[in-house]
T-cell receptor, first 115, second 111 residues
Framework: GAVVSQHPSWVICKSGTSVKIECRSLDFQATTMFWYRQFPKQSLMLMATSNEGSKATYEQGVEKDKFLINHASLTLSTLTVTSAHPEDSSFYIC???????????FGPGTRLLVL | GDSVTQMEGPVTLSEEAFLTINCTYTATGYPSLFWYVQYPGEGLQLLLKATKADDKGSNKGFEATYRKETTSFHLEKGSVQVSDSAVYFCAHKAAGNKLTFGGGTRVLVKP
């Protein structure tokens, strides 16, 4: 089946540093990947849609310069949280669509803690 | 706009009890419907899906039927196990390939 991985699974960083999170589709090519944010005991909030070879499309209210997304290949998208602050602490989850884009497969998530 | 509404939890059940989680949606057109499950500390896993009216999705003893007339996609399982304890998310995918999620329902199954 379709597998999506994320790395790292956990990251703790100091305020002001940048953190990069990778999302990979392991056994299929994903022209589109999605980045979500989830706060404790809440639903997923779509942050942006990542398209291979083009600029990401951000949802309203998501800072483009804060959350940099790069989708350099059909199997890899990265999310960089720049100048992280404690309020950026959250669970970040990516997903990738299959060939007909009917189903999204989710990564295991990355828990970010900014001190 | 498009939205998904599901019953609030937590839902606490005893093992072998019957589980129902209600889900209704609003959307233009005919979206595909999904149930995802999230176990503690993990990402989401696709549980089942239905792509057109009257379709029934099923997996691991869970079932949901796409009801266009009531715009619903309720999740059911006849006999839950402790291992079914998780958060369940209803979602739909309409235009633009974006998923819209409900708020999630936490289910706790006690032995």
């Amino acid at each position: 089946g379709a597998v999506v991985s994320q790395h790292p699974s956990w990251v703790i960083c100091k305020s002001g540093t940048s953190v990069k999170i990778e999302c990979r589709s392991l056994d299929f090519q994903a022209t589109t990947m999605f980045w979500y944010r989830q706060f404790p005991k809440q639903s997923l909030m779509l942050m942006a849609t990542s398209n291979e070879g083009s600029k990401a499309t951000y949802e309203q209210g998501v800072e483009k310069d804060k959350f940099l997304i790069n989708h350099a290949s059909l199997t890899l998208s990265t999310l960089t949280v720049t100048s992280a602050h404690p309020e950026d602490s959250s669970f970040y989850i990516c997903s990738a669509g299959d060939s007909n884009q009917e189903t999204q497969y989710f990564g295991p998530g990355t828990r970010l803690l900014v001190l | 706009g498009d939205s998904v509404t599901q019953m609030e939890g937590p839902v606490t059940l005893s093992e072998e009890a019957f589980l129902t989680i209600n889900c209704t949606y609003t959307a233009t057109g005919y979206p595909s419907l999904f149930w995802y499950v999230q176990y503690p500390g993990e990402g989401l896993q696709l549980l089942l899906k239905a792509t057109k009216a009257d379709d029934k999705g099923s997996n691991k003893g869970f079932e949901a039927t796409y009801r266009k007339e009531t715009t619903s996609f309720h999740l059911e399982k006849g006999s839950v196990q402790v291992s079914d304890s998780a958060v369940y998310f209803c979602a739909h995918k309409a235009a633009g390939n974006k998923l819209t999620f409900g708020g999630g329902t936490r289910v706790l199954v006690k032995p």
